[in-house]
């Protein structure tokens, strides 16, 4: 008979434990994705990335931040999916149910729910796995050759952490329920609110709240010499600073606007303001959670991002894209695929320990390269200047251009460079040779044929691959390689961040919902027009989604100082993650607003 | 005397078609003019609070037509419902209705901000009604934080403080004690008596009735016959009421 209660009380409330049972398959799926490709054999191996120790450290660090948020995350899910049944479990209590019975319900439905979900999770999580990988491998450019799209161990473990999560999920919905008087589960909604009104004390929290997260932001700026004791600082002062702005200065602000009539006595805003401040104190905790994860989210991807940056910077430090020194058939049929906008060539003779140019030709068509400034100001990228080689220098020794051209000419470090006049150098015997340096219109496109030019050159030129070490595509090349790991860990830990943090928002909001309704359904009776209440609902939730927002976008920004040190600019580009970020969690703030709004404004 | 409500042939039946379906109202008919105290009596299931949601324009009739002030529901849009609502009625509701999460003296303002009254008018206001019906000293308060009877006073100041059309109240003193329904009764009968506000009010007790200089008798969904005041004392009235409810059981 209870198990039958059980299954038309779900169906009772099909839709909402639709959106609960597919956030956690996106949980899941995402735990899934970034186990098994933080694990995977492929990516942890030397060929890929050629930094073991350094990339397992990272991916770990990765994995223990999911596990954290995760499980937070599940919280607030079971916590919702507790909400919604709560009113039907007081009914069949009250109805003489024993409540060994009712555990055991409880018990097996939360267990259930997660179990299905997960299991749906790791199979939609196996597809996704493989689209997300190939679209990184591409970005790598790599040849995978031992990649596993199913990863036993992932699975596993995937599985093992949301079986235990639920389980103690399980353990503690039934304990909260055969705890609670069944009184109380059958009038929930009309739970009196705490209410305390302390505006002394709300002051001072206020101002030591301004004042913890001034010294976290600062701590911040000061030298990372000392970044073991900067981080936990920081991470104290501003999670203890958020929680106290959250509870003074925010409620500060609301009793301000109450009070404020003009404001206030306009529409409905009084019963929005009304709502905002009776949330600010059950939300508190998880505003806090959520602006340090929006910051550690929005953080994970600005800083991936910007690793990735770092190959634009490879690529603006050198003058010439390619340098050719054969003239294979091979080497001949990918050059022509190149789009040259420039290409100089110089001949010379190899006899003995010289190496002997053409001046002329020099004179002609002078040598260039790249000079890098660095500012102390850290905002700023370094500034590139192209800067001509003066010709006459080009065979002095000790000067800063024969140094430079040694390194652009094979073999060019063990013999000297001679600069000759066009009737020496025609007199001249030994082996004639050819240098030609090419630009090309865009770098990144013709990289693939860049490096295939140089790969033959390596087979064929043994003298070459001494400037091979210096080119612009080997190190571009090197540069993708250790940027792609921060770029994919930021990237996945950011959305998974983002993802889990603004449906835990989603779940608090939709699990008051029930109460709400209540007092939608009075306004409405008392006359306020549907849009009213409509944009009411829009204004309340969005002030919740906000606020959290603005304290991580501010921790961000202060945060980005740690890397200044890591990275060329933390601040370049900035709007790119944050744009990205921005989108997602609106759309995570429509979908909450959607939903309240269906099962909050529906007449009994 | 101008009618302020007018119900006209009005019937309502619950259940979509083909399902099975009952017939809560079969054909009211009856009318209150300005000034009336109208009690609207009915044993449990008579369809009261069916009757009550239809004036009250949250819910329609089947067939028929209610008019406020001559103005006909059935022709109004969503919104114009709603401004209908904050204009033209209050409300007292057995459960009190107040929102929890805001002051007493913002549950009575909600209703003048919901008109668009300019925030300057508006304490004035509030203050003006809550003087009169004795709670000014719990506006600051939350709801939480008083007395079953003055919750229910500060729901009467909330359907009072725009000045509506009708006071509508559906069993006001069901929650009540008797000591605070007996003092919510005489409030609301000096409001009539004194402020000239009509209501209507839908109650199944004798007692509460009795304040009413009319009342109406509701049984299965029709109204059978009404009886008048006609200048009697309140406790007259009562003990023919009660005889009245005996012979008819
Ligand atoms: N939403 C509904 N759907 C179907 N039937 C309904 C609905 N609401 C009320 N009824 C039925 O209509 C009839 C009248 O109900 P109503 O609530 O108006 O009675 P009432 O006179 O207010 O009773 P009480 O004194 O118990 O409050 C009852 O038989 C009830 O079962
Ligand atoms: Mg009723």
Redesign the pocket.
């Known amino acids: 008979m209870i198990w039958k209660l059980s299954v038309t009380g779900i169906k009772n409330r099909l839709k909402d434990y639709l959106v609960l049972f597919s956030g956690l398959i996106v949980a899941s799926m995402i735990f899934y994705m970034f186990l098994s490709i933080a694990t995977n054999p492929v990516f942890i191996s030397k060929d890929v990335y050629g930094r073991e120790a350094y990339l397992t450290y990272i991916f770990t660090f990765g994995i223990i931040l999911l596990v954290i948020i995760t499980s937070v995350y599940l919280i607030y899910a079971n916590s919702f999916l507790l909400s919604m049944r709560k009113q039907d479990y007081g009914m069949y209590m009250m109805l003489g149910a024993k409540s060994t019975r009712i555990g055991l319900l409880i018990f097996s439905e939360t267990l259930l729910t997660g179990f299905l979900a997960v299991l749906l999770g790791i199979i939609l999580g196996l597809g996704l796995t493989t689209i997300v990988t190939k679209a990184l491998v591409g970005k790598l450019g790599v040849e995978i050759t031992h990649y596993k799209a199913i990863l036993p161990s992932a699975i596993i473990g995937t599985l093992l952490f949301f079986v235990i999560i639920f389980l103690l999920g399980a353990l503690s919905n039934v304990h909260k329920l055969t705890h609670t008087p069944v009184i109380d589960l059958l009038h929930e909604d009309q739970t009196p609110i705490n209410l305390n009104h302390h505006p002394v004390l709300r002051g001072i929290e206020a101002i030591c709240g301004v004042l913890l997260l001034a010294v976290g932001y600062y701590v911040m700026t000061l030298s990372t010499r000392y970044i073991y004791f900067l981080i936990p600082t920081a991470l104290v002062t501003i999670i203890a600073g958020s929680f106290f702005v959250f509870n003074g200065v925010f409620t500060a602000i609301i009793n301000y606007l109450l009070n404020k009539k003009s404001f206030s006595y306009r529409g409905i805003n009084e019963f929005t303001l009304g709502q905002l401040k009776f949330r600010l104190q059950s939300y508190t905790k998880i505003l806090t959670m959520i602006s340090i994860l929006f910051a550690l989210a929005l953080g994970a991807i600005t800083v991936g991002l910007n690793f990735g940056s770092m190959k634009d910077e490879t690529q603006k430090s050198f003058y010439y894209d390619a340098t050719i020194v054969s003239q294979t058939p091979a080497v001949k049929k990918a050059e022509a695929k190149l789009a040259i906008t420039n290409k100089q060539t110089y001949h010379y003779k190899e006899k003995g320990m010289h190496l002997y140019f053409n001046r002329a030709e020099f004179e002609k068509q002078p040598l260039k390269e790249i000079e890098i400034y660095f500012h102390n100001n850290q905002d700023n990228l370094p500034t590139y200047k192209v800067k001509t080689l003066v010709t006459a220098e080009l065979d002095k020794p000790e000067t800063a251009a024969n140094s430079i051209f040694s390194q652009m000419v094979p073999n060019g470090i063990p013999k000297k460079i001679k600069l000759v006049s066009q009737q020496r150098w025609n007199t001249l015997n030994g082996q004639k040779k050819f240098v030609s340096y090419i630009n090309v219109k865009d770098f990144a496109h013709d990289f693939p044929v860049i490096k295939q030019i140089q790969k033959e050159q390596l087979k064929e030129n043994r003298n070459y691959q001494d400037i091979y070490l210096s080119s612009k595509s080997y190190n571009y090349s090197n540069m993708i390689g250790f940027t792609s790991a921060f770029e994919f860990m930021g990237f996945f830990l950011g959305i998974a961040f983002l993802t889990m943090l603004a449906s835990t928002l989603m779940f608090k909001v939709l699990s008051g919902a029930a109460s709400d309704k209540v007092r939608y359904q009075m306004l409405h009776e008392i006359g306020a027009r549907p849009q009213l209440l409509r944009s009411s609902i829009r204004k309340e939730i969005g002030t919740l989604f906000t606020m959290p927002a603005i304290l991580g976008i501010v921790d961000v920004l202060c945060g980005l100082k740690l890397f200044k040190t890591l990275l060329i600019s933390p601040y370049h580009n900035i709007w790119i993650p944050f744009t990205i970020f921005i989108v997602l969690y609106l759309g995570y703030y429509l979908l909450t607003v959607t939903l309240y709004e269906k099962i909050v404004l529906t007449n009994k | 005397m101008t009618e302020i409500l007018r119900v006209d042939q009005v019937t309502k039946t ?2 979509k078609r083909g399902e099975k379906q ?1 017939q ?1 109202l079969k054909g009211i008919n009856f009318a209150v003019n300005s000034g009336e105290f109208v009690a609207i009596m ?10 009550l949601n239809i004036l009250s324009t949250l819910d329609k009739p089947t067939t028929g037509n209610v008019f406020i002030n001559h103005e006909d529901n059935s022709t109004l849009n969503a919104n114009q419902l709603a401004d209908f609502r904050s204009q033209q009625i209050g409300f007292i509701f057995q459960d009190f209705n107040l929102l929890e999460n805001l002051t007493n003296r913002e549950n009575i303002a909600l209703p003048l901000s919901l008109r668009g009254i300019s925030p300057r008018k508006i304490d004035p206001l509030v203050d003006k009604i809550a003087t009169r019906l004795g709670i000014k000293e719990i506006l600051p308060k939350y709801p939480a934080e008083v007395s079953g009877g003055q919750k229910q006073r500060v729901a009467a100041a909330r359907a009072l403080v725009h000045e509506p059309a009708i006071l509508l109240a559906d ?1 006001p003193t069901g929650a009540l004690d008797s000591k605070s329904a007996r003092e919510l009764l005489y409030t609301m009968a000096d409001l009539n008596h004194n402020d000239g506000i009509t209501t209507l009010m ?1 109650t ?1 007790d004798p007692f509460a009735a009795s304040f009413a200089s009319r009342i109406l008798f509701i049984k299965d969904g029709k109204i059978g016959e009404q009886m008048l005041k006609n200048g009697q004392s309140r406790q007259k009235f009562y003990h023919l009421l009660i005889d009245h409810l005996d012979t008819d059981e």
């Open positions: 619950y259940g009952y809560a009915g044993a449990s299931g008579s369809g009261k609070t069916t009757l069993e839908v199944h």
